[in-house]
Structure formats: C-alpha cells, structure tokens
C-alpha cells in the first residue's frame, strides 16, 4: 500500500496481516475468528515446540520471538497477555522494537491501563488499549481505551477490526478492566467473600443472583469461565490503579489461584468441571 | 391442598411486600390472614387481592386477632423496634410452635430474634420485590434459630413454588449484599469518568446483564436503593466496599427519586 502517489484515507487502509501475541489458548481462538472473517492472521510463539504442543498453535501460521520482521509484514498487531504484566511489557518493547511506526498495537488492558503500559514506549500514539471479558471470543462487546497519547487513526483501526470481526465497540476512559470486566470481576470477588465468610454454599450464591437479578451466569461459575487468575488479576490492577480497598481481592481467591485451580479450563475453580 | 408445611399463615404488613408475599401463599393453597395496624392499608389490600382471592384470604387490622397461626411473616417497615416489639408481643399470643418469620432485607433478624421469647423459632424468609414474579427466597438462620425452623421453611417455600436458599444471618443476607457492586461501580466508573451513563448501560446490557445498573436504580427507586446501600454499609461498620456514593445521595436530596418522580439518573418523560 505504500508507494501511493495519493494521500490514502486511513478508512481505505487495509487490516489484512494480523500479528496476535499471548497465550496460545486466547491468540488460538481469536486468529480462527480473525481467519474466518478473511484476515490473514499469524501467531507470535515462544518456540516451535510450544507451538505444536498446544492445540491452538496448529494450523495457523505461527512467527517465533526473536525472528526478524519486515517492517512492512503486518497491518495491525494484537497482544492479549493478562496476567503475566512482564511478559506484556517485554513483548510490547519487543513489538515496538520489530515494526513499522505506522502498525497500531491494541493491547488487552484487563489487569493495568493501557497508559501505564506505554509508559515506556516511544511510540504511545499507535497503542489502544482494550478490554474484552473472557473468554475473548464469547464477547459481543470490545471497550476501546485511548490514552493522552493514542491517535484517532489508532483507534479507528481498532474499531475497523473489531467491526469485521462481528464485535461491536465502546469508547471508554483509560482504566483497568473497562466497564465489564471491572464489574463482573467485582461481582465475582464479592461473591468469593460471602463463601469465604460462609455466608451460604457457592451453588447457593450463584443460584440466588441468577433468579434474584437474573444474571446471565451466578458470578461464581462467571469468575470460573473468565479464569480465576484473571479475575484476581483485574481485582489486583484496580486495587493498583484506585489504592482502594473495595478492590481488594478475596483470600480465597488467592488461595485457588496459587493452587493452579483458576476455573473451568482447568477442571477446577469455586466448582468441579 | 391440604398437606402444606403451614396451614395457616398471618402476614403482618398490607403493603406492597406483605400484600405480594400474601398473594404467593394464597396461590399455592395456604389459608392466609393478612393484618395491618392501618385499616386503609388492609382495605387497600383487600381491593389489590379480592379479584383473584375473593372470600380466601381474611383481613384484619388488631394484633390481638391473630391467635392461631402456623406461620407469621411480617413485612412491616423496615424498623428495629417495630419488628422487635410485633415478635415479642406475637409470642404471649400464639402458641409456642408456631414460627415467626421476619422479611427484613438489611435488619438483623437476630437482633429481632432477640426479643422474643422463644427466640428459636424466629427465622428470615426474605421474598423479593415483586414477590409474585422472583423465583427466590432466602430462608436466614440467626444465631438462635432452631434446625427444624429452618428445615419447615424451606420446605414451605418450595411448596410456594419457589427456590429457597439458607443464608447466615449477616448484612444484605447473599443478594442485597453480593450484587452492590454491579451498582457501585458503575457509579464509580461514573464519576470517575470512565464512561457517561448510557454508555455503561449499555455496556453492560450488551455483556448479558438484563439491564443497565442506571436504568435498575431508577427502576427500584433511588431512595430506596440509597436506604438499603446505608444500611448495608452501617451493618458492616463502615467497611469501604460498601459506601454509598454522593452522586446518588445528591440525586435523593433533590428528589430525583427515578421513575416514580419522572426524574431520577435519567429523565422519563413517559412518567410523573
């Protein structure tokens, strides 16, 4: 596209190469959709390996950390990681690092805002920060989140990407989690309190929201689908972000986390799978 | 039906709550009184039941009435010593088996147990506003309720047709308590400027919720929502999570209460 005589609208801009970075089983799912919606999508991977070890990693092309990138390989780069925030801030050097100064980065921003994690970046004006409740792809919904720096072009192909992608979007302030994943993490940590102070059974709770308040899911299975350790870890950039105590995660929570019971994916959250 | 937990039931209390949780007892069977202090209410009452309940429910406006019952719920306002006073002045009354249940959604229902003289038998069985269309109720242990209380209660809700949940008796009880965040944070989001009103409405629609927390408020009422958000907040000695947020005091100060006054975070133009 470039070597145009003509100044190119940034709407006639293509979104076509997408360059999705994270952990295999959110980047998997998001490059079939990307796939499906006529995108050709390449997954960043660690190693070859891991790669074809885990099920997402196959059958998408895949570009290893470290190998060289043309400047010009990719339109727009996704990066979904969550929980690890040093894994984020190392790909997102790296990412700077490889690309054109043109390829906007959107950054999942659940756990921190998408302005702490430019801090460091050279280039803040092409990074959208974004919040996506999990699992990503069961999402309607995409908040865009532009910092002081972020440019309208930025967020314009964000809003084109997503769009193509069947998921509708809203532009909301720079925070942590968004509107979403902000209250229903809050909701689920609640919930982890009242367990953990036995105020009724875990079964009991969730069923209590869903036919008191008529919640799509009781928060306890809700906190199970998303991921406990992404649920503490938005619960814990907010409480970083406020330095309120409302924020403060439940010990329990902790407790099942560190335990490696983080919810359905594992067969084992606040419920048995 | 003649094989209820509870044949006879009084409701204390013809207000909305009373008279709704009056209306599901009727409807699967129970032989129900319902009784008020203020013989408008209970006319009111009767004019709201009678169409579909004509002849079946009994009305009456003295305590000293109600001398045989194998269940009393009171929806009385939501004040200590009314409740407390009800409780204690019921057990010179009636006899010692029958059970006192309070539907207090922020009281403690221990305290209220407290005054009672067999306070065992004293339980919460909190119904939801409207009582005809929510599927739950929760059924409140209180330090003194006995097992077998709890065990009958539970067995009359379902027999309600309705799903019971047994609940330590702690402020808010599991719903009043748990879904306070979906309403404080998007006032937190709110002032904080993350996002305007309808945006996090509609945010929050769009992620499965049946409507947005603004929306529900002025729905519920602002006053109202204010109330139970104190009350929780002093129930839990001031703990932060709890604390209610200025915006809406301000908004009940000037009494901009939501639907009912056609004003409350939005505008309703359709109403008052």
């Known amino acids: 596209m470039s070597g145009s005589q003509i100044a190119i609208e940034p709407e006639f801009y293509p979104i076509e190469r997408l360059l999705i970075v994270g952990p295999l089983a959110d980047a998997g799912p998001l490059a079939d959709r990307a796939q499906a919606a006529g995108h050709h999508a390449t997954l960043l991977v660690p190693d070859e390996e891991i790669a074809a070890a885990h099920e997402w990693g196959k059958g998408h092309r895949v570009l290893l950390e470290g190998e060289a990138v043309g400047e010009d390989d990719f339109d727009l780069v996704v990066e979904l990681h969550c929980t690890d925030l040093s894994a984020k801030a190392e790909v997102l050097l790296y990412l700077e690092d490889a690309l054109a100064e043109n390829v906007p980065i959107l950054t999942l921003a659940l756990a921190v805002s998408a302005g702490e994690l430019t801090r460091e970046m050279l280039i803040p004006e092409r990074v959208v920060g974004f919040s996506l409740l999990p699992p990503l792809t069961d999402s309607a919904l995409a908040e865009l989140m532009a910092t002081p720096h972020t440019s309208s072009e930025a967020v314009r192909a964000a809003e084109r990407l997503f769009e193509s992608l069947g998921i509708a979007t809203a532009q909301v302030g720079d925070s942590p989690g968004g509107v979403l994943a902000r209250t229903v993490c809050c909701l689920v940590n609640e919930c982890a309190l009242a367990v953990q102070e036995k105020i009724a059974s875990a079964e009991d709770i969730d069923k209590a929201l869903r036919l008191a308040e008529n919640y799509p899911y009781g928060p306890l299975t809700w906190g199970d689908r998303i991921g406990l350790d992404r649920v503490l870890a938005v619960m814990e950039g907010l409480h970083a972000e406020y330095k309120e105590e409302r924020y403060r995660p439940a010990a329990n929570l902790k407790q099942l986390v560190r335990a490696g019971h983080t919810g359905m994916a594992e067969g084992q959250g606040f419920f048995g799978y | 039906m003649n094989s209820m937990t509870f044949d006879r039931i009084t409701v204390f209390g013809a207000g909305a ?225 709890f604390r209610p947020h200025l915006i809406l005091r301000k908004l009940v100060e000037a009494g901009y209460l939501g639907r009912k006054t056609g004003r409350g975070f939005y505008e309703h133009r359709d109403v008052g």
Not at chain 2, 104 to 120: C, D, G, N
Not at chain 2, 130 to 154: D, G, I, N, S
Not at chain 2, 218 to 236: H, I, M, N, P, S
């Open chain 2, 17 to 241: 709550m009373g008279t709704g949780i009056a209306q599901v007892c009727a409807a699967a069977g129970a032989r129900v009184t319902v009784c008020d202090v203020s013989p408008e209410a209970v006319k009111r009452a009767q004019k709201a039941l009678d169409a579909e309940f004509k002849g079946r429910i009994e009305f009456c406006s003295s305590l000293l009435e109600t001398t045989e019952a194998d269940l009393v719920i009171e929806a009385v306002s939501e004040r200590m010593e009314i409740k407390q006073d009800l409780f204690s002045r019921l057990d010179n009354q009636l006899p010692p088996t029958t059970i006192l249940a309070t539907n207090t959604s922020t009281l403690s229902v221990t305290a209220i147990a407290a005054k009672a003289r067999f306070p065992e038998r004293v339980c919460g069985l909190h119904f939801f506003n409207p009582p005809a269309q929510t599927r739950l109720v929760e059924v409140v242990k209180a330090k003194q309720t006995a097992a077998e209380v709890l065990e009958r209660c539970a067995a009359f809700v379902r027999e309600l047709e309705r799903e019971p949940i047994l609940v330590r008796d702690a402020p808010g009880f599991v719903v009043t308590r748990c879904s306070r965040p979906f309403l404080s944070e998007a006032l937190h989001c709110l002032d904080s400027g993350v996002a305007d009103l309808r945006t996090i409405d509609g945010i929050l629609r769009k992620g499965g919720f049946p409507e947005g927390p603004f929306e529900q408020m002025d729905r519920t009422g602002l006053d109202a929502v204010y109330a139970t958000t104190r009350a929780l907040w002093e129930g839990f000695f001031h703990e932060p999570r």
